[in-house]
């Protein structure tokens, strides 16, 4: 089939629809889609929320427990152990399909009966305070992250250790606001960089030791903003650099900001991968539009931060860990095969329209289920009789449509409609990579959580915190502090903080300034120094003559993640690699 271009039913823009991706819907056997790309990743993005969490009750218990479900959503919530015992039945809250109204609202109708999990976690110990993360350990606030241990305000860890405020972070130990990196030790402050030891304010570098403030460095050691010191003189300088002082600090970003605007980036960390466009991924081949790629993702498109073994899938988040021909997903996988339209749903085979379900097989519109084979709206079948129901209820759907509030049409294979989503707009990660205001969340017809009042009385003022932590006793700790932005920006700003004592001693040990932003903030300004999950079509912007392409510019075309009108200077991967090796 050839490629066409669709009208997006959403935001009214062109879309094209390759060949390749028609031969994929046909596979799994759902029509093309009706919402562009970008559309659908917001809309699927919505159904996740990682980072927001709130005080709430189990519904089974009366205990006070810590969910992402916030109280006035009244969703029934139990305790995640709860949640996991025999001590209720999900198949006791089911129905009968209704062939008189739409499939979504007989969906929300059970997603507002069924108890859920308060919280997305797996085998955490003394992590109360986590979210979509599995086996870490005396960790606090710390988002879809696996295998971490005394981490800290921290989103996207994968075997990480004593470390504060990292977003993307693998293999690393005592690291301090790093974005992006990998295999690195007592690195701070620094953005794609690998196995760096001993270092501060890198970016794009490999292999480096007591360095500060470097970029597109290889293999170096004692080089300070690019220039190369003997050990004797690297020593001397950095001795100078007081990073415990807040002044000092914020002064030093600000001029690594301007050294930075200097030197070239490549188009796109693309590592061992063949035949991929996007950016951040490792070790894939044949795929499309896919960023924060762990490793191992084949034949894929539109797929953004996913785990090791993904094949033959579309428009998933959170996904991967051995699974295949997935579409239309957030938190997908584990050992799945033909998981469609899902939330939250590990280890299954053959579902659709499924939410918090694991381990099961050949499912519809059903949510809670464990371990558990044929069933529709929590209501189980014989292997016959949901044969034959199935395509009854998908003929349905497209004769009888939900239409959403502002006019939007779901026939079967799109995904839940977003006013359906338990969260707000602005508690979700959507408003991560999609920024958008109370107003412009209210002209899509969607929620916004309007800020909690705060019963807490601010003790200290962050302008009036001394400036070098060596000034700072521990008297600090628990006490609530201001944020500096004070819930004035868009950010899901708390307004005020504490510092828990084990960041404390982290401060004092590294002598590094204390924070003066909440840690959501601060999570937010890391976000500030990735590209967008989009691609612009460029061309190289090198003119050097000692490279390939001699005396005329560069003519070599690229997808890439920074945009036209960026200031940075990108070069294509030959160019880059010229100029660093």
């Not at 003519?555 to 070069?571: C, G, Q, W």
Request: glycine fraction near 4%; aromatic fraction near 16%; charged fraction near 30%.
């Amino acid at each position: 089939m050839q490629s066409e271009t669709k009208n997006c039913q959403n935001c009214k823009k062109d879309f094209i629809i390759e060949s390749e991706d028609f031969n994929f819907y046909e596979k799994i056997k759902v029509p093309p889609p009706t919402w562009c790309p970008e559309c659908r990743a917001i809309r699927r993005l919505i159904w996740r929320n990682e980072r927001s969490l709130y005080h709430n009750k189990c519904a089974f218990s009366r205990k006070k427990i810590i969910s992402m479900f916030s109280p006035e959503t009244k969703l029934v919530v139990y305790d995640r152990d709860i949640w996991w015992s025999d001590k209720w039945n999900p198949f006791n809250y089911g129905k009968d399909y209704d062939f008189s109204k739409p499939f979504f609202e007989q969906f929300k109708e059970l997603l507002n009966r069924v108890p859920l999990a308060n919280l997305g976690n797996t085998n955490m110990v003394n992590s109360d305070y986590a979210n979509h993360s599995l086996d870490c350990r005396n960790c606090f606030l710390i988002f879809a992250s696996i295998v971490a241990e005394n981490v800290f305000y921290s989103m996207g860890m994968v075997n990480v250790k004593d470390s504060i405020d990292l977003y993307k972070v693998m293999k690393s130990e005592q690291c301090y606001e790093d974005v992006g990196c990998s295999s690195i030790f007592n690195t701070y402050f620094s953005y794609d960089s690998d196995e760096c030891i001993n270092s501060m304010f890198l970016t794009s570098c490999i292999n480096l030791q007591d360095c500060i403030g470097c970029v597109n460095l290889r293999h170096k050691t004692h080089c300070i903003f690019n220039k190369q010191y003997t050990k004797e003189k690297y020593e001397k300088i950095s001795a100078t650099y007081d990073f415990g002082s807040y002044k000092f600090l914020e002064n030093f970003k600000k001029n690594y900001k301007k050294f930075l605007r200097k030197h070239f980036r490549r188009y796109a960390f693309i590592y061992k991968s063949i035949n991929v466009t996007g950016d951040n991924i490792m070790s894939s081949r044949n795929g499309r539009m896919m960023f924060d790629i762990f490793g191992e993702v084949e034949n894929s498109k539109y797929v953004y931060h996913v785990g090791v073994g993904l094949k033959d899938s579309y428009d998933l988040y959170g996904a991967g860990a051995r699974s295949e021909f997935s579409y239309e997903g957030v938190d997908v996988g584990l050992d799945g095969s033909r998981q469609l339209f899902s939330v939250l749903n590990h280890s299954c085979l053959d579902t659709q329209y499924t939410y918090m379900c694991y381990g099961s097989k050949f499912l519809f519109g059903c949510i809670g289920t464990r371990n558990h084979d044929y069933a529709i709206l929590n209501k189980k079948y014989t292997k016959n009789e949901y044969e034959k129901l199935l395509p009854k209820i998908i003929k349905h759907m497209n004769d009888m449509p939900y239409i959403d509030k502002k006019g939007r049409t779901y026939k079967y294979g799109e995904f839940f409609p977003s006013e359906l989503s338990p969260f707000a707009y602005n508690e979700t990660i959507v408003q991560e990579y999609y920024p958008l205001s109370m107003n412009e969340v209210a002209k899509y017809g969607l929620k916004y959580k309007k800020k909690d009042k705060r019963d807490y009385k601010v003790e200290i003022e962050a302008e009036d915190l001394p400036d070098n932590i060596k000034d700072i006793d521990e008297s600090v700790v628990g006490r609530i502090i201001s944020c500096l932005h004070r819930g004035e920006c868009n950010e899901q700003c708390t307004e005020a903080f504490k510092i828990v004592d084990y960041e404390f001693q982290f401060y004092k040990r590294k002598n590094l300034a204390l924070p003066r932003l909440c840690p959501n903030c601060r999570h937010f300004e890391r976000l500030k120094k990735r590209n967008p999950f989009k691609l612009w079509h460029r061309s190289c912007m090198c003119e050097k003559a000692n490279h390939l392409h001699g005396k005329n510019k560069c003519e070599i075309e690229f997808e890439t993640s920074y945009a036209p009108d960026r200031p940075e200077i990108v070069y294509c991967e030959k160019c880059y690699q010229q100029e660093v090796y």
